[in-house]
Structures are given as structure tokens and as C-alpha cells.
Nanobody, 127 residues
């Protein structure tokens, strides 16, 4: 069974950093593009970033540009989201999702276009 598991969330002060991981089990990430999404209480799920299967294509939401970096280590079946200069408005549950079209990484970052989802990891930015 295809599974994605996020980790690395937690409580951090404004201006701090976190690195989220998205690990796959039951399948090889090499063939999938991966997106990162987040959902804050009372808000819709929104796209944060995506990366194609080879890592050759990436995209970021405007809110993430210049602060977040997506990367992948296919040898370890893991995708990462490095988040720096965190702000209170970054507080949300963060999800990774896999897209079956390996090269797909649209700047629109639409959640309903992704096929498999993890359970999410909570990120709280607060002093």
C-alpha cells in the first residue's frame, strides 16, 4: 500500500527554521512528483511547493518564495521542505502529496490534482 509519512514539524519561534521530511513506503518516489501543502484552522488547504521526480523542476507559492526550499533524495525515498525565517502565519498542518505524472510541478499547486497524501505534521510558529 502506498504511504507517505511526514515528520519534522513542531513548535518554533518566529524567525526560526524547520525541515520537514516526507518519506514513502510501499512505492518508489522516483516516479512521482511531490507537492507540499498546508492547512491552517478554518482555512482551505493551500499549495506551498512542488518538485518533479528528478528535482529538475520546482515551484513555490508566493508566501514561500525566498524562505522555503524543496529538495529530494530519491536514494532514500524522501522529499524535504526546508523552512527558514518562519512567521506565525506559517502555522498549519503540513502535508506532502504524490502526483502520478512524474514531471508534474505546476505553479498553480492545486491539491485536488495530487493522488496520494500523507497524514500531515503540525507546524506552530509562536513566541
Amino acid at each position: 500500500q502506498l504511504q507517505l509519512v511526514e515528520s519534522g514539524g513542531g513548535l518554533v519561534q518566529p524567525g526560526g527554521s524547520l525541515r520537514l521530511s516526507c518519506a514513502a513506503s510501499g512505492f518508489t518516489l522516483d516516479y512521482y512528483a511531490i507537492g507540499w501543502f498546508r492547512q491552517a484552522p478554518g482555512k482551505e488547504r493551500e499549495g506551498v511547493s512542488c518538485i518533479s521526480s528528478t528535482g529538475g523542476s520546482t515551484n513555490y507559492a508566493d508566501s514561500a518564495k525566498g524562505r522555503f526550499t524543496v529538495s529530494r533524495d530519491n536514494a532514500n525515498n524522501t522529499v524535504y521542505l526546508q523552512m527558514n525565517s518562519l512567521k506565525p502565519e506559517d502555522t498549519a498542518v503540513y502535508y506532502c502529496a504524490a502526483h502520478q505524472i512524474y514531471y508534474y510541478c505546476s505553479a498553480y499547486l492545486k491539491p485536488d490534482e495530487y493522488d496520494y497524501w500523507g497524514q500531515g505534521t503540525q507546524v506552530t510558529v509562536s513566541s
